[in-house]
């Protein structure tokens, strides 16, 4: 009961922080059949900016620790997008109306990184006076990229067998780049790099780090809006999507963290870091991974899994995978 109550106190403290009322607020107004629009370039613009402060303040971090403590972590996050995948592409295909195509794409989308997610529960943490290690944004990587290359390997396992071909070898090697050039991981990298060769702490403190609460409310709010429009192509594939994206997330957010507690009792992982390492679990990548998909397995229908990802699973990963996991944390950590 005592969980259940620190649950809905911070679930409702949740619901006037920025970030959540921001993405309510464009769900809201869509609903209302507003013609509200934020153009393609700006929304472009801030996923960069939040990206780079992001990053910017990985590599400043990276820089000053032990890479020792770092190897473990990284492992765990690899660990975990894979395990998703597996586990999405074990049960979505057995579900009614699922083709098996659409039930991998699905699987990678859900165990790849939501760039938007990461960045709200950064400042949920900050918020909430939760320290972290810095690095810990820079998993992102380290999960996104394995999740998608296993799920384009499935559907080209399974396109081989279902069509008796021996078919084409599959190139590894052009999917990593093809990741690594996806404008969110691109944005990332660039900050870490940046912030571990160079010494970016002016531009850090005087432009990315003040303009990035602000950025954010707007990036919450375009979620919002295309979450709301996402729901119309939902409607029309397998309602078993619906249930997926609204379960998946926090499962996935639950297996994160039983790692991350073992992280933290093998290396000294920090609460908040277990924290984060669960909402980059429960997260379901809105920048890169639908165009790496759509090349990856062209033969899976886009409306099931970006709209799965998108309408249910972005905003169940944050109104509630955050919340969530905090709880857990104050509750396991007594933080």
Known sequence: MDLLANLATTFVAQVQSPALAFLLGGMLVAALGSRLEVPDAIYTF??????????????????????GTIFLPVLAAAFVGCAIVVIGRAILPRLPGIRTEDGIATAGLFGAVSASTLA??????????????AWVPALYP?????????????????KQRTSGE??????????????????AVSALLLGIVLGLLT???????????????????????????????????L??????????????????????????????????????GVILLSVIAASNSDISGPPTLRAGIPQANPSAYIGASTAIGTPVAIGIGI????????VVFGI
């Open 46 to 67: 801030v996923v960069f900016m939040l990206l780079m402060r992001i990053g910017l303040e990985a590599g400043m971090e990276i820089r000053e620790a032990d890479l």
């Open 120 to 133: 709200a529960a950064l400042v949920v943490l900050e918020e909430s006076g939760v320290a972290f290690e």
């Open 142 to 158: 380290f999960m996104d990229i394995p999740a998608l290359i296993l799920a384009i390997v499935m559907a080209s396992v399974h």
């Open 166 to 183: 021996e078919g084409e070898a599959i190139g590894y090697r052009a999917i990593v780049v093809d990741s690594l050039r996806g404008s």
């Open 199 to 233: 010494h970016p702490q002016s531009v850090f403190d005087s432009f990315y780090d003040p303009l990035f609460r602000g950025l954010l409310s707007i990036l919450m709010l375009v979620l919002g809006i295309e979450a709301w429009s996402r729901l119309s192509e």
């Open 235 to 272: 409607r029309g594939v397998a309602h078993w999507y619906a249930i997926y994206a609204f379960v998946a997330p926090l499962a996935h957010g639950l297996l994160a963290f039983g790692v991350g507690w073992l992280l933290h009792l093998a290396t000294g992982f920090s609460p908040g």
């Open 323 to 330: 919340p969530l996991y905090l709880t857990l944390a104050q």
